[in-house]
């Protein structure tokens, strides 16, 4: 599975942002999706992840009722919508694939098996 994000941007403190991942492959229709970011000097850190068939999401504290992740199995995209975004949230975001059978979604990046680029997001005044 090949993936490409897109989306990131500069916003202000309080504004919303849309990123989007495009898969290729219907393979992407069998894999759990997930949104991971770094900010600069700090590790990588989830952030949120849907199943395969959109029926279970899970979300960081840190973004839990600010962000919103859904799928589309026919177009092959991802999407992470951000709202009330904060200067805490500024980082490279990062779409990846897992191949999973468990009942929710993985947190953990060593369980997902195709990363895509990542797409900036600025939050600053």
């Not at 495009?22 to 700090?42: E, H, N």
């Not at 068939?53 to 859904?70: N, Q």
């Not at 979604?105 to 900036?120: E, F, I, K, R, S």
């Amino acid at each position: 599975v090949q993936l490409q994000a897109s989306g990131g941007g500069l916003v202000q403190p309080g504004d919303s942002l849309r990123v989007s991942c495009a898969a290729s492959g219907r393979t992407f229709t069998t894999c759990d999706m997930g949104w991971f970011r770094q900010a600069p000097g700090k590790e990588r850190e989830f952030v949120a992840a849907i199943k395969w068939s959109g029926a279970r999401t899970v979300y960081a504290d840190s973004v839990k009722g600010r962000f919103t992740v859904s799928r589309d199995n026919v177009k092959f995209t991802v999407t992470l919508l951000m709202n009330s975004l904060k200067q805490e949230d500024t980082a490279d975001y990062y779409c990846a694939a897992a191949r999973n059978t468990e009942y929710y979604p993985p947190t953990v990046a060593t369980a997902y098996n195709y990363w895509g680029q990542g797409t900036l997001v600025t939050v600053s005044s």
